[in-house]
């Protein structure tokens, strides 16, 4: 019976659980490659309804698509690649899909993707797509069993078959339960989860002017902040990531000695704020903190610049309690080594910049200040904002800020520090988010991927480090300007669907707090509320087991007892019978219906014309006439269960 063709509607069935299956998956590969890979998934299922095609033509699809995957994804293992492969092998899956064997193979191998899904995203729609897949790939498998036992031609109507795949789920849920609520937390994984060939955009460890155009029209979520006290006023919200002190002339990244040194001790000017950044991953070991973080949070560092590093990958939703405060200095005395790589420039670049600086230091003298104040006063007064730059050529910063006059944080900040280490002012380049716009119904306050911004810091004798932004002297709208202003600014559509999105960010929000924030930590403490203080793993596992014993049994126990009588008549029939066998009167294998009564009747004194009467109803309903005489299978189901010998 396995190697049964498929009739048309089981073949339908079984393509739309797969393709359940693959849905969440295709909503995180590049949107080009979803398209293709929906394309070819459909045209495999159009073909697979023609007789089987030679094994060599349908290697044809499968090879044209693999490589199509490499072409966009690059030659990189990572997760993403791994999982889009595996999306364009289920899309080609249906070309060799005809009998019932073929079928359980697709089913079984698409329940991979939605599992595959969760390794790229865990918010809650990709559970919801995922739950929804597997109970399609449920009720398919259903379809083919009964096809397999000829009860096919009395199919289950859509409610029967959805109660059945809904008692299989809730059968499943206590362990599944258990496992999660109980089952110890890992401080890292058995097996190493491999990093993302594509990460998404967001802080890495270089800036290349002109090349975070993407990032900036990207309005996912990177981080949520929840402040326990005093807030900062949103101009003064900069989160601060990677330091940048080498420059190439095209190039900025982290100088090697910056790991070298220890970081020195902040003076704050005013209150600390205290708050819990909610991370978004990033597959990388930045993380961001307000500017100026006090002290790193447990499982991270300070590099000598005051960035932070933490110890894993951020490659899930993470929680991060840290305080910072505005500084009065910032390391004032400033190393030799790290003074001279903060005034570092390549040989032979921008020239006309360089002229321009040397120029300005002998006006200005020994007055740094002032420097840094005429540099502000000319960007303010000549340049502009755009997110189209044109192409550069070799000397990147004559060209911005002699020529084009017009760019964004990235060329600002860039030419910015290129002028001051010209001018014999130590200055670096510092990558991170500025603004945030606030959740009223959450409370908190939202970081956007399109908040991401360059800044620079310039060195001052008696205050150390100090904060320039060129980009909001020039354009500040641009740089803490939130969706909503700009929404309500223009009037368009998305000021009255602002509450809409606050409302579904607020949920994934609660969903990373409740599921996804579920650490150790929590696990450990689950029992206090009963009155138990924390409990170790060992006895966290102690418990899963107990547990999930106790539910297995259970389902065991339900099963079997599914797995003895299926027929609802038969079931009440045979607990008469038990109750009968107390008395000792229990009916044989062999007996039929009407000779076991008429043997209570005779051995009971005074008769048992009741077993009798409902002995001959159930006869008759059981082997056929019953249908014809009226018998109403609810009523005798009621008599059965209400007599008592």
């Known amino acids: 019976m396995a190697g049964t063709r498929l009739d048309a509607r089981t073949r339908l069935g079984v393509l739309l659980a797969a393709g359940a299956c693959v849905a969440p998956l295709l909503l995180q590969v590049p949107t080009t490659l979803a398209l293709?890979?929906?394309?070819?998934?459909?045209?495999?299922?159009?073909?697979?309804?023609?007789?089987?095609?030679?094994?060599?033509?349908?290697?044809?699809?499968?090879?044209?698509?693999?490589?199509?995957?490499?072409?966009t994804m690059g030659v990189n293992f990572g997760r993403d690649t791994g999982c889009a492969m595996l999306a364009a092998m289920l899309a080609v899956k249906p070309l060799e899909t005809n009998t019932l064997r073929d079928a359980r193979s697709l089913l079984g191998f698409a329940l991979f993707a939605p599992f595959a899904t969760f390794l790229l995203d865990q918010g809650p729609l990709s559970l919801v797509l995922g739950l929804l897949a597997v109970v399609l790939v449920l009720a398919a498998m259903q379809r083919l069993s009964d096809v397999e036992s000829d009860d096919?031609?009395?199919?289950?109507?859509?409610?029967?078959?959805?109660?059945?795949v809904g008692w299989m789920l809730l059968l499943g849920l206590p362990l599944a339960l258990a496992a999660f609520w109980l089952f110890p937390r890992l401080a890292s994984p058995l097996w190493g989860v491999p990093d993302r060939a594509h990460v998404r955009p967001g802080l890495a460890d270089s800036m290349t002017?002109?090349?975070?155009?993407?990032?900036?029209?990207?309005?996912?979520?990177?981080?949520?902040?929840?402040?326990?006290?005093p807030v900062p006023p949103r101009d003064r919200m900069y989160f601060r990531g990677p330091v940048f002190m080498q420059y190439d002339g095209r190039t900025w990244s982290r100088a090697p000695l910056q790991s070298s040194y220890t970081a020195q001790p902040v003076r704050a000017s005013g209150t600390a704020w205290d708050y819990e950044l909610e991370f978004e991953p990033t597959d990388r070991r930045q993380l961001i903190a307000l500017d100026v973080p006090l002290s790193p949070p447990p499982n991270a560092h300070?590099?000598?610049?005051?960035?932070?590093?933490?110890?894993?990958?951020?490659?899930?939703?993470?929680?991060?309690?840290?305080?910072?405060?505005?500084?009065?200095?910032f390391e004032a005395d400033l190393p030799r080594t790290l003074q001279l790589a903060a005034l570092q420039l390549p040989q032979g670049f921008n020239p006309r910049t360089i002229a321009l600086a040397r120029q300005w230091r002998q006006d200005a003298g020994a007055n740094d200040a002032a420097i840094v104040n005429r540099a502000l006063s000319w960007i303010r007064r000549d340049f502009g904002y755009t997110l189209e730059v044109p192409i550069t050529g070799r000397d990147a910063i004559d060209q911005f800020l002699f020529r084009d006059k017009k760019g964004y944080c990235e060329q600002f900040s860039s030419s910015f520090v290129v002028l001051m280490r010209a001018a014999g002012i130590p200055a670096r380049v510092v990558a991170?988010?500025?603004?945030?716009?606030?959740?009223?119904?959450?409370?908190?306050?939202?970081?956007?991927?399109?908040?991401?911004?360059?800044?620079?810091?310039?060195?001052?004798?008696?205050?150390?480090?100090?904060?320039i932004d060129p980009t909001a002297a020039v354009a500040p709208e641009r740089v803490f300007d939130t969706i909503q202003d700009r929404a309500r600014a223009s009037g368009d559509l998305l000021a009255n669907l602002q509450p809409m999105f606050d409302t579904?960010?607020?949920?994934?929000?609660?969903?990373?707090?409740?599921?996804?924030?579920?650490?150790?930590?929590?696990?450990?403490?689950?029992?206090?509320?009963?009155?138990?203080?924390?409990?170790?793993?060992?006895?966290?596992?102690?418990?899963?087991?107990?547990?999930?014993?106790?539910?297995?049994?259970?389902?065991?126990?339900?099963?079997?007892?599914?797995?003895?009588?299926?027929?609802?008549?038969?079931?009440?029939?045979?607990?008469?019978?038990?109750?009968?066998?107390?008395l000792g009167l229990a009916r044989a294998p062999h007996?039929?219906?009407?000779?076991?009564?008429?043997?209570?009747?005779?051995?009971?004194?005074?008769?048992?014309?009741?077993?009798?009467?409902l002995g001959a109803r159930f006869s008759r309903r059981r082997y056929g006439p019953a249908r014809e005489a009226g018998e109403r299978l609810n009523a005798l189901l009621r008599d059965l269960d209400k007599h008592r010998p």
Not at 152 to 162: E, F
């Open 432 to 467: 991170g988010y500025a603004g945030a716009e606030l959740n009223t119904l959450g409370g908190y306050w939202l970081v956007r991927r399109s908040d991401a911004h360059a800044w620079a810091e310039v060195w001052l004798a008696g205050r150390g480090w100090v904060r």
């Open 152 to 164: 096919a031609r009395r199919p289950r109507t859509a409610w029967r078959r959805l109660r059945s």
């Open 302 to 329: 300070f590099w000598s610049d005051r960035a932070l590093r933490v110890e894993r990958p951020l490659d899930s939703v993470t929680r991060w309690r840290m305080q910072s405060a505005p500084v009065a200095t």
């Open 36 to 71: 293709v890979i929906t394309g070819v998934a459909i045209a495999m299922a159009f073909l697979s309804q023609r007789p089987p095609l030679p094994g060599w033509l349908r290697m044809v699809p499968a090879l044209g698509l693999g490589a199509f995957v490499f072409s």
């Open 504 to 582: 579904g960010d607020w949920m994934v929000s609660t969903w990373n707090d409740f599921v996804l924030g579920f650490n150790a930590d929590r696990q450990r403490r689950l029992l206090q509320p009963l009155g138990f203080d924390a409990v170790d793993p060992e006895r966290l596992l102690l418990l899963f087991s107990l547990v999930a014993i106790a539910a297995l049994a259970a389902t065991v126990w339900l099963l079997s007892r599914d797995v003895r009588e299926r027929d609802p008549l038969l079931r009440a029939w045979h607990r008469v019978g038990r109750r009968y066998a107390k």
């Open 209 to 229: 002017p002109g090349r975070w155009s993407d990032l900036l029209l990207d309005d996912t979520p990177a981080a949520r902040v929840r402040f326990f006290g």
């Open 591 to 613: 007996e039929p219906a009407s000779e076991w009564t008429q043997r209570v009747h005779r051995a009971r004194a005074g008769g048992d014309d009741a077993l009798v009467a």
